[in-house]
């Protein structure tokens, strides 16, 4: 049986880490209100709609809102076309194979569309999947498990036989309260995924069909 492969983005195929932290430091600044790598990294991989408020507070309205997070990732945008990306080791194998092997594919993320389009031409991967769901797709984020559900609708697959890969226990619960299957990969925490791995590199050949075999 062949099913579908729902990847997250940042931190699953690709780092984007440093890019997001210097477009958010450089935008925030801007605006007059500095903030700190802790700040960052205490908000990374949630919706602009989720941070913003925290840091512009009484401020954030919706309209400044909308402009500070476009700003920022208008900037994020630049420095991924600038500087160039890469996938994560093990990512551009799994997704091409994949593909070979005919299972669907879709990414599935809180990341504007813009972004993901940009990244995936980069790193070369645009062509490998069948839908793409972001931010502006859905009205909650992960651990919402909605972002999922709209993937594997989108592929016309039951949520039984997708297999979400994350790289943050969000996205694991996410994927849990999905009713699918789960490979969390972390170089930071062990994710309570049903297959938990530091590197895609890690993962068994045949770790995606004996998954969905379950």
């Known amino acids: 049986m062949i099913g579908a492969v729902l990847w997250d983005m940042d931190g699953t195929l690709v780092d984007s880490e440093e890019f997001h932290w210097l477009s958010w430091r450089d935008t925030m600044s801007t605006e007059g209100i500095p903030i700190t790598r802790d ?25 400044r ?24 080791p093990g990512a551009a194998d799994w997704v091409r194979r994949l593909g070979q092997e005919n299972w669907t594919q879709a990414v599935a993320s809180s990341a504007p569309r ?10 070369g991967l645009a062509a490998c999947f069948q839908a793409i769901v972001s931010a502006e797709d859905v009205t909650a984020g992960k651990p919402d498990p909605q972002v999922f559900l709209i993937a594997a609708e989108r592929l ?19 994927a849990r309260r999905a009713g699918m299957h789960s490979i969390g990969v972390s170089r930071k925490e062990t994710l309570s995924a049903e297959i938990a791995v530091s590197s895609l590199v890690d993962l068994p050949p045949d770790i995606f069909a004996k998954l969905l075999a379950r």
């Open 114 to 123: 813009a972004n993901l389009d940009v990244v995936l031409e980069v790193i």
């Open 39 to 63: 700040q960052f990294m205490m908000t990374f991989g949630q919706r602009n709609d989720s941070i913003l408020p925290r840091w512009l507070g009484t401020a954030a309205t919706p309209d």
């Open 65 to 88: 809102i909308q402009r500070v997070g476009d700003a920022k990732e208008a900037l994020y945008r630049r420095l991924v076309l600038d500087s160039g990306l890469a996938p994560l």
């Open 156 to 174: 016309n697959i039951p949520p039984g036989q997708c297999i979400v890969v994350e790289d943050a226990a969000a996205g694991v619960e996410a």
